[in-house]
T-cell receptor, first 114, second 114 residues
Framework: DAGVTQSPTHLIKTRGQQVTLRCSPKSGHDTVSWYQQALGQGPQFIFQYYEEEERQRGNFPDRFSGHQFPNYSSELNVNALLLGDSALYLC?????????????FGPGTRLTVL | AQTVTQSQPEMSVQEAETVTLSCTYDTSESDYYLFWYKQPPSRQMILVIRQEAYKQQNATENRFSVNFQKAAKSFSLKISDSQLGDAAMYFCASHSNSGYALNFGKGTSLLVTP
């Protein structure tokens, strides 16, 4: 049973560029959340997708957008990249949103903005 | 909004000894969940233990147990018989039943020495 997968593993971009990160949830999961983890910090919630809709959003600018597909996979898009966007981006999936449902995390995508 | 504070950036323990990691949180919610996640150097975040706020009994998972003090809003993790494989970043996190985001602390880096 494949867990949460993310691609690519690493990515290097320059300021002003746009980036797309991808996530496939664990089998049987229909909810996907995205987190940004800056170096030496805990993950910060970006948003969560359920039934192809953004259900909740954290304190991130509109440059951060997402999408969920009918097969429950998800993309995170970041426009007009800033140096401060350099971080590990984690995707997490769960069978149902909220409650004590465990969120299963992927290995992350390391984004470096030069 | 929920906030989570981990006041110990680094902790060290000898193999086979016991260590306690501290966590405090702030919430106005009455129904919420608390978690400890482990993030080894390989980056994949995994759940160590969870606690439902409405349960008075402290959660236990093998060598891992928590001390949940609801009135004090404290949620510490005790690791007994520490093993080299326990070395990792440990994150305390909260999740209210009215939202979907995990709120993480900044983490505690645990070093296990032989």
């Amino acid at each position: 049973d494949a867990g949460v997968t993310q691609s690519p593993t690493h990515l290097i971009k320059t300021r002003g560029q746009q980036v797309t990160l991808r996530c496939s949830p664990k089998s049987g999961h229909d909810t996907v959340s995205w987190y940004q983890q800056a170096l030496g910090q805990g993950p910060q919630f970006i948003f969560q997708y359920y039934e192809e809709e953004e259900r909740q959003r954290g304190n991130f600018p509109d440059r951060f957008s997402g999408h969920q597909f009918p097969n429950y996979s998800s993309e995170l898009n970041v426009n007009a990249l800033l140096l401060g966007d350099s971080a590990l981006y984690l995707c997490a999936s769960s069978p149902l949103a909220g409650g004590d449902n465990e969120q299963f995390f992927g290995p992350g995508t390391r984004l470096t903005v030069l | 909004a929920q906030t989570v504070t981990q006041s110990q950036p680094e902790m060290s323990v000898q193999e086979a000894e016991t260590v306690t990691l501290s966590c405090t949180y702030d919430t106005s919610e009455s129904d919420y969940y608390l978690f400890w996640y482990k993030q080894p150097p390989s980056r994949q975040m995994i759940l160590v233990i969870r606690q439902e706020a409405y349960k008075q009994q402290n959660a236990t998972e093998n060598r891992f147990s928590v001390n949940f003090q609801k009135a004090a809003k404290s949620f510490s993790l005790k690791i007994s018989d520490s093993q080299l494989g326990d070395a990792a970043m440990y994150f305390c996190a909260s999740h209210s039943n009215s939202g979907y985001a995990l709120n993480f602390g900044k983490g505690t880096s645990l070093l296990v020495t032989p």
